[in-house]
């Protein structure tokens, strides 16, 4: 029989055994993972609370950040979309709202190699103009040869007014019908954007119906305004539900460099 005191030390020892390979399980798992970091971001022109044009700050935020893929709103010109690909080190795109490069619109950038899919006008009932645009990302350098995720960024319509309602809900109409009519049903995608609708409203129900993704893992995702931020309309949405397996999703407090919050998802897509 082995003595009482043994036992405790032979018990003690098993427990830190299993803490460490524990330990050691979490720590595989972490490094195993192939997760992505995308980024949705309204940067107000680069104008931020204290009035001042700073594409440098904006850059800096988003380089602390360290996302793979970014949807930019409220981009003054091409000419802006292009400092920041060069402030940031990632490729960029740029979408007119207005059919000029001269015009403001939409940006992405991306760590990866990608496509350009298209440019969508969406419908709009005020005096902004806006659109959708989309761009095919190559992953392949972190799931394998000829893998690619459909990537769509779009800033919809803000009045409060019926006009601008269905202008909204007309968008994810256009959204389907321009970039998703000839592809498979199944073609992993993630839809970025300030929808200026609250979770819940029918835009984004129509999204969901849709297919895409909307999880906020039990917490608010407020990203307007940002000092006491109250609502979310803010969006990092991915589809389908059997291609991602979403790991975290969360608001960034950074106050100063932009009117929005950006909101930063991190996933991973199920390859098989």
């Not at 990608?114 to 645009?133: D, E, K, L």
């Not at 199944?186 to 119906?209: C, E, F, H, R």
């Amino acid at each position: 029989m082995i003595p009482l005191k043994d036992r405790a030390n032979n018990l003690l020892i098993l427990t830190l055994v299993s803490i460490s390979l524990l330990a050691s399980c979490k720590t595989m798992k972490r490094d195993d993972t192939k997760a992505i970091k995308v980024l949705s971001y309204n940067i107000h022109y680069g104008v931020g609370m204290d009035d001042k044009k700073d594409l440098a700050r904006i850059a800096s935020v988003i380089k602390k950040l360290k996302p793979d893929i970014i949807g930019l709103q409220e981009i003054g010109d091409s000419s802006m979309a292009a400092e920041l690909g060069q402030l940031t080190g990632m490729q960029v795109v740029f979408g007119p709202s207005k059919e000029s490069m001269n015009g403001y619109g939409d940006a992405i950038l991306s760590r990866f190699p990608f496509t350009y899919v298209g440019n969508q006008s969406i419908p709009s009932a005020s005096s902004s103009r806006y659109q959708a645009m989309c761009v095919d990302v190559d992953v392949s350098a972190i799931y394998g040869k000829e893998t690619s995720i459909r990537f769509i960024t779009t800033h919809f319509d803000w009045l409060a007014t019926l006009g601008s309602k269905a202008a909204r809900k007309a968008a994810v109409e256009v959204i389907e019908k321009g970039f998703f009519t000839d592809v498979p049903r199944n073609l992993p995608s993630i839809l970025t954007g300030d929808l200026n609708a609250i979770p819940g409203s029918p835009p984004i129900a129509l999204l969901q119906k849709q297919g895409w993704i909307y999880e906020n893992l039990g917490q608010n995702l407020f990203t307007i305004p940002v000092a006491n931020p109250n609502r979310q309309i803010d969006y990092v949405l991915p589809r389908p539900n059997k291609r991602w397996r979403i790991l975290d999703v969360s608001v960034i407090k950074e106050q100063i460099a932009s009117d929005h919050l950006p909101i930063l998802m991190t996933l991973e897509l199920v390859t098989r």
